[in-house]
């Protein structure tokens, strides 16, 4: 039966643990402060709001249409923003899907450019190609966000186009243009060496 069964990844910045009803209080308290940031995500604002985000995002994964993930931040164990594995397909009918997307991420200001977000890719594009064996992971987002776009070109990712009032946009409501890039399975070496040389040079700004 298909499936996005997955455990805690690990890594030596971040942990992404798989999301449940438990991490409600610590999602609304990662999602306080500068939210300047969060105008192109779906963000919670406050502890009911992320009740409603986490109820959400688990119904989808009791479909099996996403995976979601806290981040949790390993120097202090704090929870910093989250990230999930979304639109799953299975052409080839094997257990696990041939192409995924990774998306829905977000960090506090406080863990932006500190090598979350790098580590966190790396985990989860790692967890996709080396244990999945898919062969296409899609990164999107809105087309007018410049700093994610470029983010996505920093890892490699090639980019395939814009796809015309494709989804909701979090910012407006009303459907946006979707930038479309994508890791395929013959990228993926060259695109793990680049996200450990950007870990290496720990607090890059583009991490």
Request: with cysteine.
């Amino acid at each position: 039966m298909p499936t996005l069964a997955h455990g805690v990844l690990t890594g030596h910045l971040v942990a992404l643990e798989p999301m449940e009803l438990r991490h409600v209080d610590e999602i609304a308290a990662a999602a306080t402060g500068d939210r300047s940031s969060f105008r192109w995500t779906v963000v919670p604002d406050g502890p009911d709001e992320a009740e409603a985000y986490v109820r959400w995002l688990l119904d989808d994964a009791a479909t099996g249409s996403v995976a979601p993930f806290v981040q949790r931040r390993v120097t202090d164990d704090e929870v910093v923003g989250c990230t999930r594995f979304l639109n799953p397909a299975w052409p080839l009918g094997r257990e696990f899907p041939d192409e995924v997307e990774v998306g829905g991420t977000w960090l506090n200001a406080a863990a932006q450019r500190s090598g979350v977000n790098s580590e966190a890719k790396l985990l989860l594009l790692g967890h996709a190609f080396d244990v999945w064996g898919v062969q296409r992971v899609a990164i999107c987002t809105d087309a007018r966000n410049d700093r994610s776009r470029q983010a996505i070109e920093r890892l490699g990712a090639g980019f395939e186009g814009v796809l015309r009032r494709h989804r909701r946009s979090a910012a407006t409501g009303r459907l946006r243009d979707t930038a479309v890039y994508s890791v395929v399975a013959p990228d993926w070496p060259t695109v793990r060496r680049r996200l450990e040389s950007l870990l290496a040079r720990h607090g890059d700004p583009s991490a």
